[in-house]
């Protein structure tokens, strides 16, 4: 079992750059699969990125592969969200997620949630 916990989101405006935190208060991210998803106002809850047990990353939307760089720190017990040059429709709390071995694309195949940290971008 591993308990998570979001934190670094804000108010930005747009251009601007935030880092997100999961760090895990039970438990070692490094025997995990970590993932970050999304959900905005009225809309479904959406995968951002994963990072496989073994270091293996994936961004599941091109158009935020070349802004968000996800990324793990053993020391530390987090994986981190980088997120540079955001746009108002990045505006979503943002959660993280764990599952054993390897990410995955669907929400429903994550088995430990952290409650997410609200990010808003402004024009």
């Known amino acids: 079992q591993v308990l998570l916990a979001e934190s670094g989101g804000g108010l930005v405006q747009a251009g601007d750059s935030l880092r997100l935190s999961c760090v895990a208060s039970v438990g070692t991210v490094s025997n995990w699969a970590v993932g970050w998803f999304r959900q905005a106002p009225g809309k479904e809850r959406e995968p951002v990125a994963g990072?496989?047990?073994?270091?293996?990353?994936?961004y599941y939307d091109d158009s935020r592969k070349g802004r968000f760089t996800i990324s793990r720190d053993n020391a530390k017990n987090t994986v981190d969200l980088q997120m540079n040059d955001l746009k108002p429709e990045d505006t979503a709390v943002y959660s993280c997620?764990?599952?054993?071995?390897?990410?995955?694309?669907?929400?429903?195949?994550?088995?430990?949630w952290g409650r997410g940290t609200q990010v808003t971008v402004s024009s």
């Open positions: 990072i496989s047990r073994q270091g293996d990353v994936t």
């Open positions: 997620a764990a599952r054993a071995i390897t990410s995955h694309r669907n929400v429903d195949e994550w088995d430990f």
